[in-house]
């Protein structure tokens, strides 16, 4: 299994325990970006597509010259976005207000693998709606900790260490 799919696959792990053993609701927002960005730079390239169907080459190399350099330029937005906005979160969940009253609260997931290194790093944060006050704790731990023999990522070991990482945040201390 390469350092990709191991990361992948404990990623997924971490994401089927904040939806589905937490009372959370996935949030999409983050990953609506990315396509929002994608969509458009597609956009632009039918409609080149389109224009140089419509008016064969010399006439449409200035609209060519902008779309393409549109497209080029919206990869540079894409690739801003994922290193800045997403940092390695591959999950966020909204964590609803028992009352009502107070805007959602924020868990995100990110996690990170070095390459040519075993250490899989998962960062769990809280950011409350009211206060906007975040709190973070990482854990770094070898991936052969999450894997058996067989090469099969062990659930079990995995939803203890994401459930005491929610209990740390949620309790409001910090536990690295």
């Not at 009372?23 to 927002?29: G, L, W």
């Not at 937005?77 to 969940?93: A, D, M, P, R, S």
Request: with cysteine; charged share 25%.
């Amino acid at each position: 299994m390469g350092r990709n799919s191991c990361q992948n696959a404990l990623d997924d792990a971490v994401k089927e325990v904040m939806t589905a053993k937490l009372p959370y609701t996935e949030n999409f927002n983050l990953m609506d970006g990315r396509l929002v960005i994608c969509a458009i730079a597609v956009g632009v390239a039918m409609f080149a597509l389109l224009w140089d169907f419509l008016n064969p080459f010399p006439k449409s190399r200035p609209v060519l010259i902008g779309c393409v350099a549109s497209y080029f330029l919206l990869m540079g937005v894409l690739t801003l976005y994922t290193t800045f906005k997403e940092k390695g979160i591959f999950v966020v969940v909204m964590q609803k207000d028992p009352a009502g009253l107070d805007p959602d609260s924020t868990w995100e997931a990110a996690s990170n693998m070095k390459k040519y290194d075993d250490v899989y790093e998962l960062s769990l944060s809280y950011t409350d709606g009211k206060t906007k006050a975040k709190r973070e704790t990482t854990i770094k731990k070898s991936v052969g900790d999450f894997i058996d023999e067989n090469g099969v990522i062990c659930q079990d070991i995995i939803e203890p260490l994401v459930l005491k990482l929610h209990q740390s945040l949620a309790s409001g201390k910090k536990d690295k």
